[in-house]
């Protein structure tokens, strides 16, 4: 596996996936600065209570939805790579187990995934901090903003890996990803069990930690099955 | 494990839309063979190939590579197996080289066999650059490449010249040539141009439709090759006549009088006969039907070329 993920790694080289790593949480967190900036004198005062906490709960919302798109954008960039120029049929024909290959997939797309979480995380501090809130924030809260959307999100890099690795024609899965990003601005219009509600962890026991587990379960069980499919399909 | 055969196949069919578009096929390539496998376009060839490398799942029958069974010792086998499979594949936004690595990590081999297999197809100087700038000859020589990185006992490539203008098409034949046979690799190599691997296959297979019509030495295969006598005369229709008139089989094939293969003394007579009634004989030569020829009657298809 390891030897799968650094060949996988390597294949990742300039293709500009770096920069839209960087770009949803440049633009979540960089639009909330703007927002910031021009209604600063507004909005301090309403926040006052808890400004850290305002801040957070604000870069969240746009980040979710650069989260929905930008996991689609990465998961099919990951597969094009293959599909590309064909090179499915070489890679399979080495002596590496399908169930590997498609895992590595999944793995660098949920990576760099988390690495815009992590980013997130850097950039939310630094305009706190430029915004002139106080120096200790509250890292938990922080953190649990960040990470526990990654989990929830799952169903979602899975779906996505499945579609972007069996479908040859990218469209579809950008498609796809394209109108699960416009469901799930309207999620907090759903009800529980629909999985675009879970990255914004609201359930109706009020316990985040439900939407997590119920996004990494369904996660493994949508990934199970591209896996299977995946073993079993001609190469073209 | 003992088997004599690298590639032993046994009642290999694969059913796509409903028909077989390889049908029962037996093919049997013995270690240290350049086995030529031939076929017009659309007979089979490809689905053949993917099926011995696992990219595809046989309909019915067996397929053991290096004596052991595909289905469950895939990962033993493709270890020792190089392969090309119709067009290149590649990674067009890496240098040839990165391709060569991203490869090598799977195949967990020293760094050095990316240069070694670099300076045999002579991409050495070639390498750093980005692979989607490469020439379609570049690109098959970086795919033949590939399927070397692994140092594999069985080399496997589909139309490797495919698209490739003569120039290239010599080039391929010449680098598959010069790979090392002292160590034993078996080559098994497709094409449709039966020119293309004549000139250094030892047996071939021909399939057609999805059957393997013909499995045999290159050197049997040439001996169905009938040979005949062309002739070149002054007024070749009359020849004709007058040679029939004297109960001799002739024909004429674009201005020459053609016949099967005869004895001396039938050429003997004839000529004796044409120089009687005052036709002149300008040259007489034996024609060997071409491998081409026979290869075209054997599948059946006219101009595939
Ligand atoms: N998915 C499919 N459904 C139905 N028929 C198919 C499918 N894929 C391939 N075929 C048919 O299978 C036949 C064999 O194709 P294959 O690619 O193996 O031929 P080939 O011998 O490699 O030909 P070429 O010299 O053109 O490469 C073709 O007639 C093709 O139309
Ligand atoms: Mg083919």
């Known amino acids: ?33 703007l927002n910031y900036a021009i209604r ?9 209570d808890d400004p850290w906490g305002r801040l957070i709960t604000n870069v969240t919302m746009l980040m979710l939805p650069s989260m929905f798109i930008g996991l689609a954008i990465l998961a099919s960039m990951n597969a094009g790579i293959e599909h590309q120029m064909n090179a499915w049929k070489q890679t399979l024909a080495l002596p590496v187990k399908r169930r590997d290959v498609f895992l590595a997939k999944f793995f660098i797309t949920s990576l760099l995934l988390l690495v815009s979480s992590t980013l997130i995380i850097a950039f939310t501090l630094m305009l706190g901090w430029l915004l002139g809130l106080e120096m200790n924030p509250p890292v938990v809260q922080l953190l649990q903003a960040s990470y526990y959307p990654y989990l929830a999100i799952m169903p979602f890099v899975a779906l996505q890996t499945n579609l972007s690795v069996l479908i040859h024609n990218q469209a579809v899965p950008l498609t796809v990803g394209i109108l699960g990003t416009v469901i799930s601005m309207f999620a907090l219009w759903l009800p529980d069990w629909m999985p675009w509600i879970w990255p914004y962890l609201e359930n109706s026991y009020g316990e985040p930690l439900y939407s997590v587990l119920a996004g990494v379960g369904t996660g493994a069980v949508i990934l199970l099955i591209g896996m299977l499919v995946f073993n079993r399909k001609d190469v073209r | 494990m003992n088997s004599p055969w690298m590639i032993e196949t046994k009642q290999l069919t694969k059913m796509l839309g409903g028909k077989p578009v390889v049908d029962r096929v037996d093919m049997l390539i013995q270690k240290g063979e350049i086995y030529g496998f031939l076929g017009p376009n659309g007979a089979g060839k490809t689905t053949t190939i993917r099926m011995l490398l696992g990219l595809a799942r046989p309909s019915s029958g067996h397929i053991r590579l290096l004596g052991k069974d595909i289905r469950r010792e895939r990962l033993d086998i493709l270890r020792k197996v190089g392969s090309l499979v119709e067009y290149p594949s590649y990674y067009g936004h890496l240098s040839g080289y990165e391709n060569l690595e991203a490869v090598r990590r799977l195949l967990d081999i020293p760094k050095s066999r990316i240069d070694e297999v670099l300076a045999i197809v002579r991409l050495t100087k070639d390498a750093k650059r980005p692979v989607k700038g490469y020439s379609l000859g570049m690109k098959q020589r970086l795919g033949i490449a590939t399927a070397l990185l692994g140092s594999p006992e069985l080399l496997i490539l589909d139309e490797p010249t495919n698209g490739l203008d003569p120039a290239g098409i010599l080039e391929i034949r010449e680098l598959i040539k010069s790979l090392p046979r002292s160590q034993g690799v078996t080559i098994l190599i497709s094409s449709h141009l039966l020119s293309e691997v004549d000139q250094m296959a030892t047996r071939v297979g021909i399939i057609s439709s999805g059957r393997m019509i013909f499995q045999d030495s290159i050197a049997r295969l040439r001996k169905q090759a009938k040979s005949g006598i062309r002739m070149r005369v002054s007024e070749p229709e009359q020849a004709m006549r007058l040679l029939h008139g004297h109960g001799f089989q002739a024909a004429v094939e674009s ?7 005869l004895p001396d003394a039938q050429i003997g007579a004839m000529v004796a006969r044409l120089s009687e009634h005052g036709h002149l004989i300008y040259r007489i030569e034996e024609s060997a039907a071409s491998l081409e020829r026979i290869f075209l009657d054997m599948t059946g298809t006219e101009g595939s070329l």
């Open chain 1, 40 to 48: 600063y004198d507004y909005l301090m005062p309403l926040y006052a």
């Open chain 2, 255 to 261: 201005e020459l009088l053609a016949f099967d293969d």
């Open chain 1, 1 to 33: 596996m390891l030897r799968v993920l650094s060949a996988e790694w390597l294949k990742i080289r300039r293709k500009g996936i770096w920069f839209l790593v960087m770009l949803g949480p440049l633009g979540a967190v960089g639009l909330q600065g």
